[in-house]
């Protein structure tokens, strides 16, 4: 049986692991095919994946004890009831994680496991890049509010 590239023809992926061309493959059939979405996959190309979250802000975490009342939740991350006299610790997006569940997860990333809100990390560039974004961010929304007011 010959294979679906075999058929189309396609040229085999370059293996030479110094270019990344799986990636350009996949963007390239994305952008063929319509499903292109720079928000969703720019990130692949040009962004550096996010810096653990401040220790400061993980010190200073929300944290509580789970008491009976509250046994009827479970955590989003290892998906298992919060029980009893377990710690949990709350994200400023009001999502709550157990402490043990959520701390190797700060400091990985710096986003909420469940909602991606961002959160403060003690990296410069990184807070100067996602200062600049919500720059960009503010500018597109006075622009739209201008023209809506302008033709809404
Ligand atoms: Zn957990
Ligand atoms: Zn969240």
């Known amino acids: 049986?010959?294979?679906?590239?075999e058929e189309h023809n396609c040229e085999p992926l370059n293996d030479n692991p110094n270019t990344p061309d799986n990636l350009l493959e996949f963007a390239r059939f994305l952008i063929l095919t319509g499903n292109w979405r720079d928000e969703?996959?720019?990130g692949l190309f040009n962004e550096r994946p996010p810096p653990p979250t401040s220790s400061d802000?993980?010190?200073k975490l929300e944290t509580?004890?789970?008491s009976k009342?509250?046994?009827?939740s479970s955590c989003p991350i290892c998906l298992k009831g919060?029980?009893?006299?377990?710690?949990i610790s709350s994200l400023p997006c009001k999502h709550s994680f157990h402490a043990n569940c959520l701390l190797p997860w700060l400091q990985k990333t710096s986003s909420?496991?469940?909602?991606?809100?961002?959160?403060p990390t003690s990296d410069p560039d990184w807070e100067e890049m996602k200062r600049q974004k919500k720059r960009e961010k503010d500018r597109e929304t006075d622009i739209e509010a201008?023209?809506?007011s302008m033709f809404g």
């Open 1 to 5: 049986m010959t294979s679906y590239f």
């Open 40 to 42: 969703e996959f720019s």
């Open 57 to 59: 802000f993980i010190e």
């Open 64 to 66: 509580m004890e789970v």
């Open 69 to 72: 009342e509250e046994t009827g």
């Open 82 to 87: 919060y029980e009893a006299g377990e710690t």
């Open 112 to 119: 909420c496991p469940l909602c991606r809100a961002e959160l």
């Open 146 to 148: 201008l023209h809506d």
